[in-house]
């Protein structure tokens, strides 16, 4: 069984900042792939960032390249998705997805999801 749970999700100005975490609750979360991926109003779910077992590779959308940063910590079984420079085309519900070992883009292939958390940009 692995259950995620996002947090940090709110308002913020254009401009700003905000840093999502999700907690992972498994035994083995270090055998775990985590992917971030939002849905803007209205439209369909899309891939954000993700982070291997082990934190040595990351990917990220070319929509939030140099703007948000993935990273994870083993040992408390979360994952950070650090936004900067937010713009209202980051508004959506961010939720976190987990795989066994290594990165993928694709949704479909994320077997456990988190509730999601709500992130609006205001201009």
């Known amino acids: 069984q692995v259950r995620l749970v996002e947090s940090g999700g709110g308002l913020v100005q254009a401009g700003g900042s905000l840093r999502l975490s999700c907690t992972v609750s498994?035994?083995?979360?270090?055998?775990?792939?985590v992917g971030w991926f939002r849905q803007p109003p209205g439209k369909e779910r899309e891939f954000v960032s993700a982070?291997?077992?082990?934190?040595?590779?990351?990917e990220y959308a070319e929509s939030v390249k140099g703007r948000f940063t993935i990273s994870r910590d083993n040992v408390k079984s979360t994952v950070n998705l650090q936004m900067n420079s937010l713009t209202p085309e980051d508004t959506a519900v961010y939720s976190c997805?987990?795989?066994?070992?290594?990165?993928?883009?694709?949704?479909?292939?994320?077997?456990?999801w988190g509730q999601g958390t709500q992130v609006t940009v205001s201009s």
């Open positions: 982070i291997s077992w082990s934190g040595v590779r990351t």
């Open positions: 997805a987990a795989r066994p070992f290594d990165i993928n883009s694709r949704s479909r292939e994320y077997p456990y």
């Open positions: 498994t035994r083995t979360f270090s055998n775990y792939a």
